[in-house]
C-alpha cells in the first residue's frame, strides 16, 4: 500500500488527508489540536504522537501549515526530529503550505544533500477544493519526482501546473494568483455595498454578475456569502487571505512593482481582520456596510 502522511489536519490539511485516504493511501497524519486528530482517526487515518513520527511512515508529506516558520520547524526541529531527517531516501516533501517565495527557496536549499526530494506546491481551491480533492497545485519540482509522486498529487488535485523546478517558483506563481483573487474579492464586497445602499436586492445582483463578463467563481462564492449573510464557518478564513497579501505585497516591494490594486485589498482586509478577527474573507463586507448604513441581503 502507498504511504503518505499530512502536517496539518485543518480545513485545507483534513482535506487532503480525506482524499489521500479514499484513493488507497494508508495516511498518517499530525496536528496540534486533538479534535482535529480525533477527527483524522474517524476517518481512517493513522494518528501520529507528533511530527517526526509522520516523517518515519510516510514516502509522500503533504505540510499544509500557515506560516514559512511553521514549515522549517516540521521540515528541521532542533535537528534529528523533523520529519526531513525521518523520512527515506528517494521520499518527498510536497509543501502546500502558502509561504514566502524565499522561505521555500531556503527550505529547498537546507533539503539539499538530505536525499529528501522537495516539490514547492501550493494550491488554490480553498475549502471546496480540499474537501472535494479538486485543488489546482503549482508544482515545482524535478520532473522524475513530479512523476514519482503523480499518484499522491492526483488523488488531492483535479489539475496540476508544472510551474518550474527550484523552489520558490510554486510559492511566486501563488503571491501572483493572491493579488488578482484578493482584488476581486475586494471589488465584489464594495460593489455589493453600493448595491444595498441604491436598493438592488442581493438576488438580482448576483444573477446579473454572474451572467456577465464579470461572472466567475472567486466573485460568486463571495457574493453568495454575502446576500446569505454567512460571515464565519465557511472555509475561507480572513486571517489566511491577509497573510497571503502581506507575501504577495513583500514580494511585489522585492521586484520594485507598484500594486495599487493589491494594496488597497490588503487595508480591507486588514480592516476586515482588525474588526472581526474571527470572520472569514466576506466579512470584509460588513465593515464598509457598517459605514453607510446598508447591508445587502438575498
Same mark, same amino acid.
Given at each position: ?35 482535529? *486528530?480525533? $477527527?483524522? #482517526? ?11 513520527? &509522520? =516523517?518515519?511512515? %510516510? ?86 519526482? *513530479?512523476? $514519482?509522486? #503523480? ?11 508544472? &510551474? =518550474?523546478?527550484? %523552489? ?86 522585492? *521586484? ?43
Amino acid at each position: 500500500m502507498m504511504r503518505a502522511g499530512v502536517i496539518g489536519l485543518g480545513d485545507m490539511g483534513s482535506g487532503l488527508a480525506k482524499n489521500l485516504l479514499q484513493n488507497s493511501f494508508e495516511t498518517t497524519g499530525f496536528d496540534l489540536d486533538q479534535n482535529r *486528530m480525533d $477527527a483524522f #482517526a474517524a476517518m481512517g487515518g493513522v494518528p501520529a504522537q507528533d511530527a517526526s513520527e &509522520v =516523517g518515519q511512515n %510516510a514516502d509522500f508529506v503533504f505540510v499544509m501549515v500557515m506560516t514559512g516558520g511553521q514549515a522549517k520547524s516540521v521540515l528541521f526541529g532542533d535537528g534529528d526530529d523533523g520529519i526531513v531527517s525521518q523520512m527515506a531516501t528517494g521520499s518527498t516533501v510536497i509543501l502546500t503550505a502558502t509561504i514566502k517565495p524565499n522561505e521555500a527557496r531556503e527550505i529547498g536549499e537546507m533539503m539539499q544533500g538530505t536525499g529528501v526530494n522537495l516539490i514547492d506546491s501550493p494550491v488554490s481551491g480553498g475549502f471546496p477544493g480540499a474537501q472535494g480533492g479538486t485543488l489546482t497545485m503549482m508544482a515545482a519540482g524535478k520532473p522524475d519526482v *513530479m512523476a $514519482a509522486c #503523480a499518484p499522491a498529487m492526483n488523488a488531492v488535485s483535479s489539475t496540476i501546473h508544472h &510551474v =518550474g523546478e527550484e %523552489a520558490g517558483m510554486g510559492q511566486t506563481v501563488k503571491a501572483c494568483l493572491q493579488t488578482l483573487i484578493g482584488s476581486i474579492f475586494s471589488a465584489t464586497f464594495e460593489a455589493s455595498v453600493l448595491a444595498a445602499k441604491a436598493g438592488v436586492s442581493g438576488e438580482v445582483l448576483h444573477k446579473v454578475f454572474s451572467t456577465s463578463g464579470a461572472g466567475c467563481g472567486v466573485m460568486s462564492t463571495a457574493l453568495e456569502n454575502i446576500i446569505d449573510r454567512k460571515f464565519e464557518n465557511t472555509g475561507s478564513h480572513i486571517a489566511t487571505m491577509h497573510k497571503d497579501l502581506t507575501i504577495s505585497l513583500a514580494l511585489a516591494e522585492e *521586484m520594485g512593482v507598484p500594486m495599487h490594486m493589491a494594496t488597497t485589498a490588503m487595508q480591507l482586509f486588514h480592516a476586515g481582520k482588525t474588526k472581526y478577527p474571527a470572520g472569514d474573507n466576506w466579512v470584509v463586507t460588513r465593515v464598509i456596510e457598517e459605514i453607510v448604513g446598508a447591508e445587502l441581503h438575498r
